[in-house]
């Protein structure tokens, strides 16, 4: 998926870039650099993030330094290296049959690459002086651009004109926005008068549609994610125009446990547009991007780098903008000093092993050495304060060594998971709009539906994988053996009959609540007998309920607090029941497979750690007679497999301790530490340090 030229030569180059921020201090010269880039080398890292210099100094100067000390001054690596063809290789005098992984380390085709970067930071260098603003373009996105407007509904005097262009274009006719508005059901049409009569009347009065209709909502949403997307493909294309081998980056800024429609932005859109320019990255700094978590890292590593990687199936996703060491004083502004972390060995070992078993191909950490003065000064880096190297430099260096020595099997390995976890943009938007205005904590529901889901499944060891309506569309539903849609309050009209054909297939679909209030125009959906959802579910949803509040409600020894359903089974049968004695869990078999109906907020109740009736109540319904062909009871376990061996990435958030971890089917010759090179014994006891984590390599 996402395949492209530019794709297929990174997966052939297999670049894992080790970068890292040097920032130049004040009094250090040109010995001082070499000094750092050297150090750099010798211990590991291969690449720089990012060049902060002084203002004396130049990017440009800097990196041909870095350059000359072996360093590639960007945070691409070798991911900027030309092609290697049979064509170049002839032309170099080199044998075209040569692999590439051996062409890397010839010195003919190293003296041709680096001649090629030398020259691009020439170019650069000669752009940025005769730039009217002495800047660089721009070499990566923002996922989030305030151009016409701020977040949620807020529009520009631009935004707006722009925004009932876009309105045209979109329906067509006033005619066709009425009924996408729903200006044809009562209390929702304008003013509660009369409907739209033409565009100039849209134009006048479209801010005084009702805040009860949520379709406008979600298309002013909308129309910033495609005004951002139209952007970052503009800025992509006039830097691959520059140096059509320099690879550009976008992600952004945003944590992904933010509510990233309500903020205007897409991210499997933005993924979509670097399919053809380059690599897809989050933005991974312990005290910004964790508060909606309640500052938990150890599960929350992973789920943030798998979002990214999943959404770029197929694409190069890297962790370019990463943390590197202690910070107690910077962050997102919370209240509280909760977002302060101790950081060492450990805690930077579990947020890059977390990235490697996602997917990711590199990273960027912020920073080598730490800012001199003023906000983040002292913080973050893999030095100490003093320019030191510190333990936690030497242990990221080493692992930084490992991905290079296995970069070739970790480009070619792949997740295989047992559960899909669906994201849809839509269902997020139209939580979005129920928040606004006044009712903000709906814009997080559907982030803490699948981060329960996800963690559920972390710590029973199952492995699952993200998916969107498009993925499903191009027929990778038969990937996972269960499909689960957590807080789907928005169920999509188009999705139900690729949900039907994933089920008939032999599929597990599993859907809790709230879900399937509404259709993508927020309009009731549909769930009468003979209804999609009916033929579907095998049941009639007949009305929501709530339970916890006024009512004690049980399902077996579990106590229920949230949304509930009143429920009519046509053809499921029923699996759990209320203790009001109507049914609480259906199955319907269809076809191969079969559609499970959770009559509870299953995956929300797994949202804060510790609710382990929770986590047990879904994993029993949700996976039936599938689990993890892999066992770990003590330790947080992630899968990848390649062709000639598994890697297995062990993180543990407690003391030091010795686990076991078995395999059902699983054949293996040897295992060894991917790191050390230690040789471990199969089906013997693995130690792990305390807080820390582990990467093995089965041989198959």
Known sequence: ???SPQQEKYRKLAPMPAGVVYIQQQGEGEADMREHFRTMKRLGFNALKQIMPLPTWTVEQIAAIALDEGIIPWWYGEGGYEAITPDLLKKLGVSPTMSTADALKHPAVLKYQHNLLRERIRRMEEYTRTSPDQKFMRTTSVAYDPEIGGRGLELNENGESLFIDWLRKTYKTVEGLNEAWNQGHAGLFLNEQRTFRDWNDVAANWKKVTGREYRHVRDVLRFKVEHNLDRIRESAQRYQQFDPNAPYRGGGEIGLFNPIAWYGVDMAGIADVLTDYGSFYPSMHFSWHFGQVGYELTRSLYQQASLMNDLFKGGWTGGWESTGGPQQFDGERSGTDQNAYFVESGELMQLYLAQLAAGFKGFGIWCWNSRSAGKEGGE???LDRNGQVTERAIAIGKLAQAMQRWRFELWDAHK????GILYDWENEALWAAMSIPGRDHYKDRPMKARVGLGRALTNANVP???VTPQDLKNRLGARYRVLYLPGFLCLRSDLMPVLMEYVREGGRLVMDLPGAGYDEYSRVLKTGKGSPFE???????DDFQYAGTNRPIR???????????????????PAATYSTGRPAVTEHALGKGTAILMGFEASSDCFKPGNIPAETLLLTHALGSHKSPFNCPDAIVYRLAAPEADHYFLLNDGPAKSVRLTFDTFKYRSAVDAITGQLLPLNGSIALEGYSGRWIRFVK
């Open 1 to 3: 998926m996402h395949i």
């Open 380 to 382: 973050y880096s893999l």
């Open 416 to 419: 295989e998971p047992v559960v």
């Open 464 to 466: 699952f994988e993200y």
């Open 535 to 541: 033929q579907l579910f095998g049941v009639t949803l």
């Open 555 to 573: 399902l077996g020894t579990y106590d229920l607090n949230g949304f509930i359903l009143n429920a009519t089974p046509t053809k499921a049968r």
